[in-house]
């Protein structure tokens, strides 16, 4: 079992783990029932809160209804307010399901604007479903510069633990992707991911000797990349917490790949200390027929630490690829400090 860093408790799975909870995790028993309320409006004066069934699971509009009625108690939150203003749920496991979740005890993170710590130490108190509270803003966390010139910024976590999995399904294995919420952006698996297709199609059209995923949020490409069998897979974030959460979900995930366990020869409190880097640190590691290495630094600068192949494919996963000059540029960049192939998925 593999600790969690953030709270220290066993909140972490291996990959199978996981996946074998899928199936049911969040399916109703035949006494659920479930109750759909329109989040653009506040909560009818009817409204009463339906606890959890003799399952131990609930509906999860109405865990938000509890979640919203401590809100509106506490005064965060007026009567008249939609309930969507609780703030946004992330269950946990995330992945693409065909209806609302019918929730068990600690499967929820609660991201929220207008949450305190007070109320969120109430909300875990009273919601059982409840693995974390965030107090969220109107921004990407982490760094989401490319130039890394602007600092970071982060949401808080107030209560709780706030790791949680989403998973991504792709040609091979599903992946798990765990991540610190409060420091990652939000993605909502949907069963189809362009981005993972593309990168399937271009492993196989150049079948390279080595692949480097060089803005790699917490794994996901990379990842991709060593499960479709690429000998040698490099994975690099500029912020430390996508470049430490790559290399625990290389290790969460490495049952579908060819490498003994991952050497961290950093800890999650080591690397949050210089939270940007732009010199490639090695983060970690691990060896086998398979070779995956984890950096946190500059992508332009991982000319430093990577073989010179010319069998070699990169993905440049920018934030902001709204812009073609840009793309363009750092196309360019990469291709006169690193070489080989590179793309922008
Ligand atoms: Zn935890
Ligand atoms: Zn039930």
């Not at 390279?208 to 794994?219: Q, T």
Request: aromatic share 8%; proline share 8%.
């Amino acid at each position: 079992m593999m600790k969690c860093p953030v709270c220290g408790e066993d909140c972490v799975q291996y990959a199978h783990e996981l996946l074998d909870t899928l199936d049911t995790v969040f399916s109703p028993c035949p006494a659920c029932t479930p109750r759909i309320l329109d989040k653009q409006k506040p909560l009818p004066a009817d409204a009463v809160i339906v606890e959890a069934c003799t399952c131990e699971k609930r509906f999860i509009d109405d865990v938000f209804v509890e979640v919203y009625s401590i809100m509106v108690q506490e005064g965060l939150l007026a009567a008249s307010s939609p309930l969507r203003d609780a703030g946004i749920p992330l269950v946990h496991p995330g992945f693409a399901m065909t209806q609302p979740p019918y929730l068990p005890r600690n499967s929820l993170l609660l991201l929220s604007h207008h949450v305190d710590k007070k109320t969120a130490d109430r909300l875990m108190r009273e919601v059982p479903e409840l693995r974390g509270v965030v107090k969220c803003g109107d921004f990407t966390p982490g760094a989401a510069d490319v130039d890394l010139t602007a600092p970071p910024r982060v949401y808080e976590l107030l209560a709780g633990c706030d790791v949680r999995a989403d998973i991504f399904y792709t040609q091979h294995s599903p992946v798990i992707l765990y991540k610190q919420q409060s420091l990652t952006h939000i993605e909502f698996p949907r069963g189809y991911d362009p981005k993972i297709v593309s990168v399937g199609v271009h492993l196989r059209h150049t079948m390279p000797k080595v692949f480097v995923d060089a803005s790699s949020g917490v794994g996901t490409l990379g990842i991709l990349g060593a499960i479709s069998g690429v000998r040698h897979v490099i994975l690099n974030d500029a912020w430390y917490a996508a470049a430490y959460w790559s290399a625990y979900n290389v290790e969460v995930n490495r049952e579908h790949l060819l490498v003994e366990p991952v050497r961290f020869l950093k800890e999650y409190g080591e690397l949050q200390e210089h939270p940007v880097v732009k010199e490639p640190l090695k983060v970690a590691e691990a060896e086998g027929a398979q070779k995956i290495e984890v950096y946190q630094g500059d992508f332009r600068r991982l000319g430093q630490v990577i073989p010179k192949e010319k069998s070699l494919l990169a993905v440049i996963d920018l934030f902001r690829k709204s812009d073609p000059e840009v793309n363009r540029r750092i196309l360019q960049e990469w291709q006169e400090r690193v070489g080989g192939e590179a793309f922008i998925p």
